[in-house]
């Protein structure tokens, strides 16, 4: 017979690199934030675990080279900034583990001839980061940085999938996805009641596709999802996208 896995979903409106990624080490001293360094000491614990943490940041690619500082979506430089508010002593920078995925792709044939394309995926990996051992860097159309980008693209959506496939194969156990999936934003002539139904709709399809992915392949990894949504959504988001979920 079918065995039955549960899994736990949060789904929370809420600034999501201040809350996950740039309470790092340093500022948590700074601070004399005991609950903070005890979340980081309990990360550190993990981190060579099979219990792993993971954040997904969407990133843009050029032809040949990704242009994570000059082309950066808004998470990707919060990231960016907060991976470097303290020293790794773990694992290389995020500049170094960058630079070596470029280094690899300009000695591999293959990559050469295929460079970075929306939905592909590439991992960093972090030790000075709260709540976060690895970055899934999901690569999205140079389109999802304008600013009147409304909706999440299929190429994002089989990101998604790329990076559920990894997480499942490499201990991954709890997932925060930042939705939309894109730095999308409500049509500007969209009325205040339909906003609410934008952004459930935006969660709505990214729900049903990791649904689908546990329901497919019912990895064993996997089992805490966090879906966050802008801190500017409307409060009542949360409890309308799990109901309509289940």
């Given amino acids: 017979?079918?065995?039955?896995?549960?899994?736990?979903?949060?789904?929370?409106?809420?600034?999501l690199v201040p809350v996950l990624v740039d309470n790092a080490l340093g500022t948590a001293i700074a601070n004399n934030n005991k609950q903070q360094q005890r979340r980081r000491e309990e990360t550190m614990k993990r981190l060579y675990s099979r219990a792993l943490s993971a954040l997904v940041?969407?990133?843009?690619?050029?032809?040949?080279?990704?242009?994570w500082q000059s082309a950066e979506t808004p998470l990707e430089r919060r990231v960016r900034e907060a991976c470097a508010a303290t020293h790794d002593f773990h694992f290389g920078s995020l500049r170094q583990q960058i630079a070596a995925w470029q280094d690899t792709a300009a000695?591999?044939?293959?990559?050469?001839?295929?460079?970075?394309?929306?939905?592909?995926?590439?991992?960093?990996?972090?030790?000075?980061?709260?709540?976060?051992?690895?970055?899934?860097?999901?690569?999205?159309d140079r389109d999802a940085l304008d600013e009147s980008a409304t909706r999440t693209t299929s190429t994002a959506l089989?990101?998604?999938?790329?990076?559920?496939?990894?997480?499942?194969?490499?201990?991954v156990s709890e997932l925060t996805v930042p939705v939309p999936l894109v730095p999308a934003q409500p049509p500007s002539d969209c009325p205040p009641a339909a906003v609410l139904d934008w952004y459930q709709q935006q969660g709505d399809i990214v729900l049903n596709n990791i649904k689908e992915f546990l329901?497919?392949?019912?990895?064993?990894?996997?089992?805490?999802?966090?879906?966050?949504?802008?801190?500017?959504?409307?409060?009542?988001?949360?409890?309308?996208?799990v109901s309509n979920a289940f």
């Fill in 57 to 67: 940041v969407p990133t843009v690619a050029t032809e040949r080279q990704w242009e």
């Fill in 1 to 15: 017979g079918q065995r039955k896995v549960l899994y736990r979903l949060d789904v929370v409106c809420a600034p």
């Fill in 158 to 171: 089989q990101g998604l999938w790329n990076v559920l496939s990894l997480a499942s194969h490499y201990d």
């Fill in 107 to 140: 000695t591999t044939a293959a990559a050469a001839a295929a460079p970075l394309a929306p939905g592909d995926v590439f991992t960093t990996k972090h030790s000075n980061l709260l709540d976060t051992h690895v970055v899934f860097h999901m690569v999205v």
């Fill in 215 to 241: 329901s497919l392949y019912n990895p064993e990894g996997i089992t805490h999802i966090t879906l966050v949504f802008p801190e500017t959504a409307p409060d009542a988001l949360p409890a309308a996208v």
